[in-house]
């Protein structure tokens, strides 16, 4: 297992040196190529404005090494982002290439770390992103100005919610496999400690007894109603989309008034049908 590190050392230390080979543009130098590939699309152009600052790549991904992500996978998501900006680079707008770069550099490797973070997504908006790289830097400040951790004083220096602190500390924690045992010997999992709130299988079969009776009840109430009343109860009461008072009154032409009074006999009709049905099963639940 440990042979392999020295390996992935080998590889990063390959790499750095071979991007030291690509000399450092000067202001000019850079001006005139990024000129060229804005101007005349060059690919050449690119290329140089590319290899001459994937060191400053490695320099901003370094900067994420505590977050415990491969070295070189950081920089290889940071120079998707430096080749991003050299090709939506503008020089005439009067400043260097790494300025406008670094922005789109921490953008992928900002992505990369919260995808790969967790099995659960982490950052699903901007705010959250923000909160999850800022918040061990802010805990470690207070913590160096106080001796302490300070859940109220970490929310307030970066203008979120003690809630969300909480949240994403949490989060930032990682998974614990349900498998684990809780003491190592013992045999005792999580999952074993997890309470089964789901309905025993007597339980699940009587509501489904009850819910199909009720139902036929139903039905049978329904068929007691005369076709008006049953036409008011459907669009009323049963349409996923229910008619209005009014809809109703056009379609018969009738007043408002009128179909209000013919629904409310037709709910005591149904309900008048159902009370011996409620009453069995209450009776019957008191029993058991």
């Not at 690509?22 to 290899?51: D, G, I, M, W």
């Not at 007597?202 to 199909?212: M, R, S, Y």
């Not at 329904?222 to 459907?234: F, M, P, S």
């Amino acid at each position: 297992m440990n042979a392999a590190l020295p390996v992935v050392a080998d590889n990063l230390s390959l790499y750095l040196a071979e991007i030291h080979k690509f000399p450092v543009l000067s202001a000019e130098e850079e001006y005139q190529l990024a000129v060229k590939f804005y101007e005349e699309k060059n690919l050449e152009a690119a290329h140089r404005l590319t290899t001459a600052n994937l060191r400053f790549v490695v320099k901003i991904a370094a900067e994420y090494r505590s977050y415990g992500m491969k070295m070189l996978d950081m920089i290889q998501e940071g120079n998707i982002g430096l080749m991003i900006a050299v090709r939506k680079f503008n020089p005439y707008k009067g400043f260097r290439l790494i300025s406008y770069a670094v922005w789109w550099i921490r953008a992928y490797i900002h992505n990369y770390i919260i995808s790969t973070w967790s099995l659960l997504k982490i950052g699903t908006t901007q705010a959250q992103k923000k909160l999850f790289f800022k918040l061990n830097q802010a805990k470690n400040a207070l913590k160096r100005m106080t001796g302490a951790d300070d859940l109220e004083a970490t929310a307030l220096s970066l203008d979120v919610k003690e809630t969300e602190v909480e949240e994403m500390e949490q989060r930032m924690r990682g998974e614990c496999s349900l498998d684990a045992e809780i003491v190592d010997g013992e045999g005792f999992t999580l999952l074993e400690n997890l309470p089964d709130e789901r309905q025993n299988q007597e339980e699940l079969l009587g509501d489904l007894q009850e819910h199909a009776l009720l139902q036929r009840k139903i039905g049978q109430a329904l068929t007691g109603l005369n076709d008006k009343e049953r036409y008011v109860i459907e669009q009323r009461v049963t349409a996923d989309t229910p008619m209005t008072l009014q809809e109703i009154a056009d379609h018969f032409s009738i007043s408002r008034e009128r179909v209000r009074q013919i629904e409310e006999g037709a709910l005591k009709k149904i309900r008048t049908a159902l009370i011996p049905h409620i009453t069995q099963t209450t009776l019957i639940h008191s029993v058991i």
